[in-house]
């Protein structure tokens, strides 16, 4: 755990959020979201990596990670992008770079195009963001999530290590997946597990899917190669629809491309961000 720890808290209209800044403050900023069920760690390599020539913020989305878990709260997309718009005023953020993976590509979608916030550049790791989404699985879990709830917590934890093991392509680190399933376990985590899955709802990208044609900024898709959980082909076709998107697969990474191929996405990503600024 103490290899990242976010140091500071926001109060936002759905929880405490834990955030932190790397880099000199002179620098760019640089904004990086998470997907589900994930939270700020799969990008603390990149983020370092970052940091050297930029200012680079990042948070755990309320429900994730290092944030506030409680019961009823409100984590669906549309309350996620509200928090982003939250933050960014908070940070003082008017156009920063922004990169956004799965989950986190959606509520940077949506804060674009329904809250009127302005980035620099937007990067989308392979995003939520094209109907259908949801695997068999998913789907499963969020129409019985209150059977899941109640499941014994070594069957829990099991699920958990399961469906997150196979966001990668080669194989996660044992330590790595240890990490990434710490924060839903105990009675906190594997509630709070089981009501991101049961308040996603595709609804939130149906409101902004059709207007895709109105991200006017310089916009970069990344996709892992062997993406299990959303296929290639919505990356090509997200990319068609966003005006001079650029498309860059990533060859040999799952889903989880942070994990699986950390240095290719990070050199990607500073190629693409240079001279944004």
Partial sequence: M??????RTFS??????????L???????????????FSSYVWRAIARSLARDHQVFV?????????EKSADQDVS????????????????????????????????????????VRYRALALVDPVALAPWGSPFFRLVREHAEVFEQLPPPLHQALVREYVGSASGPGLHPAVLDRLVQPWLGTPGQAAFYRQ????????????????????????????????????????????LI???????????????Q??????????????????H
């Fill in 77 to 116: 997309l549309a309350a996620q992008g509200r928090v982003f718009t939250e933050l960014l005023a908070h940070w003082a953020l008017k156009e920063p770079l922004v990169a956004a993976h799965d989950f986190g590509g959606a509520v940077a979608l949506r804060a674009y195009l329904l809250h009127g």
């Fill in 12 to 21: 936002s209209t759905s929880g405490q959020v834990r955030w932190d800044r």
């Fill in 197 to 240: 899955i049961a308040q996603a709802d595709q609804r939130y990208t149906d409101e902004v899917q059709h207007r895709y044609a109105e991200i006017t900024v310089p916009t970069l898709i990344c996709w892992g190669h062997n993406d299990t959980w959303i296929p290639p082909e919505k990356g090509r076709q997200l990319a068609a």
């Fill in 259 to 276: 994990e699986d191929a950390a240095a290719e996405l990070t050199a990607v990503l500073i190629a693409f961000l240079q001279g944004r």
């Fill in 2 to 7: 103490s290899e990242w720890q976010l140091t």
């Fill in 243 to 257: 005006p001079g998107a650029r498309w860059e697969p990533i060859a040999h990474a799952g889903h989880l491309v």
């Fill in 23 to 37: 880099g000199h403050p002179d620098r760019p900023p640089v904004v990086l979201l998470h997907g589900t069920p």
């Fill in 59 to 67: 948070w755990d989305m309320p429900g994730y990670g290092q944030s």
